[in-house]
């Protein structure tokens, strides 16, 4: 059997220059598609950084967005610096200058540091008793050098654990701060806390104050749940901390974010969680 075979002709290659008008034509392309590129490219990026932004901020991002541009928004939150993203790693650097004392944790306010704890105290109190919460063990969230667990924990609760990211407040706490009771400390964690991850059902109570602030919505949506799971029955997470009067604020200097009551709530609610109790305290009212 015999097959039949077309002659195939090699199309002729021709290695003059293109006319004027095929340039043109090829010209006249790329000219309409430029433009056409560059706005898919500069479209393509808004939607990763609106899609990076939104995932870490679900509940503050419109408000944010309202105040600083896209791209500056996702560089002083989103862009990572060293693997870590700016966000934590600017509020880290800050921190390191910041002097392990009372004055360092209140910054310009600590004359209203006693006027602080006082109000800590008394709404501490409505959670603590017969059928309430426990007092045999509390993590203090953000700790510092134990300013909190000093004044307000340590005299309630049998032990306690303490968490912050700067080892110095920690060895400060343990070796000065808080003298004798530095023995009632069982633990001390040098973690941020969107790598904290607490022993489970261990905590009476969990104790966050100014430092909610410091955590993306998603990482302290995140937080809030191990958190959950380390509660011993009727325990509570009482978090205390700058409200914003509407929407949010990002502060450049220490990179934190001050939010609204409302997306505060949005967060707790989808951490699985209830807000038992509300309240206001101005401390400059009071001074």
Same mark, same amino acid.
């Given at each position: 059997?015999?097959?039949?075979?077309?002659?195939?002709?090699?199309?002729?290659?021709?290695?003059?220059?293109?006319?004027?008008?095929?340039?043109?034509?090829?010209?006249a392309?790329?000219?309409?598609w430029k433009?056409?590129?560059?706005?898919?490219?500069?479209?393509?990026?808004?939607?990763?950084?609106?899609h990076?932004?939104?995932?870490?901020?679900?509940?503050?991002?419109?408000?944010l967005?309202?105040q600083?541009?896209l791209?500056?928004?996702?560089?002083?939150?989103?862009?990572?610096?060293?693997? $870590?993203?700016?966000?934590?790693?600017?509020?880290q650097?800050f921190?390191e200058?910041?002097?392990?004392? $009372?004055?360092?944790?209140?910054?310009?306010?600590?004359?209203?540091s006693?006027?602080?704890?006082?109000?800590s105290?008394?709404?501490?109190?409505?959670?603590?008793?017969?059928?309430k919460a426990?007092?045999?063990?509390?993590?203090?969230?953000g700790?510092?050098?134990g300013?909190?667990?000093?004044?307000?924990?340590?005299?309630?609760?049998?032990t306690?654990?303490?968490?912050?990211?700067? $080892?110095a407040?920690?060895l400060?706490?343990h $070796?000065?701060y808080?003298?004798?009771?530095a023995?009632?400390?069982?633990?001390?964690?040098?973690?941020?806390l969107?790598?904290?991850?607490?022993?489970?059902?261990?905590y009476?109570v969990?104790?966050?104050?100014?430092?909610?602030?410091?955590?993306?919505?998603?990482?302290?949506?995140?937080?809030l749940?191990?958190?959950?799971?380390?509660?011993?029955?009727?325990?509570?997470i009482?978090?205390?901390?700058?409200?914003?009067?509407?929407?949010?604020?990002?502060?450049?200097i220490?990179?934190?974010?001050?939010?609204?009551?409302?997306?505060?709530?949005?967060?707790?609610f989808?951490a699985?969680?209830?807000?038992?109790?509300?309240?206001?305290?101005?401390?400059l009212s009071?001074?």
């Amino acid at each position: 059997m015999s097959l039949n075979q077309e002659e195939t002709q090699r199309p002729e290659v021709s290695s003059s220059p293109p006319s004027n008008m095929e340039f043109q034509v090829h010209q006249a392309h790329r000219d309409r598609w430029k433009d056409t590129d560059d706005s898919m490219c500069r479209h393509s990026m808004s939607f990763h950084l609106h899609h990076t932004i939104r995932m870490e901020f679900f509940a503050s991002f419109l408000y944010l967005l309202e105040q600083i541009p896209l791209v500056k928004l996702f560089a002083v939150t989103c862009e990572k610096i060293k693997g $870590e993203k700016q966000f934590y790693y600017k509020s880290q650097m800050f921190y390191e200058d910041v002097e392990a004392s $009372e004055e360092g944790m209140m910054g310009d306010f600590v004359e209203l540091s006693d006027i602080d704890l006082e109000g800590s105290r008394k709404f501490l109190s409505r959670f603590i008793g017969p059928g309430k919460a426990g007092t045999k063990c509390a993590l203090d969230c953000g700790c510092g050098i134990g300013r909190v667990a000093k004044g307000v924990l340590l005299p309630i609760f049998e032990t306690l654990e303490m968490c912050d990211m700067m $080892e110095a407040f920690l060895l400060h706490a343990h $070796e000065v701060y808080l003298g004798a009771d530095a023995d009632r400390i069982e633990t001390y964690y040098c973690y941020n806390l969107q790598e904290l991850t607490p022993p489970k059902k261990k905590y009476d109570v969990i104790w966050m104050q100014w430092c909610a602030c410091y955590l993306t919505d998603r990482d302290l949506m995140h937080f809030l749940m191990r958190c959950k799971r380390s509660l011993q029955p009727n325990g509570v997470i009482i978090i205390k901390d700058n409200m914003a009067r509407k929407g949010c604020k990002l502060d450049a200097i220490d990179s934190s974010i001050i939010r609204h009551l409302d997306i505060m709530r949005e967060i707790i609610f989808k951490a699985g969680l209830e807000l038992s109790l509300c309240c206001s305290l101005t401390l400059l009212s009071l001074s």
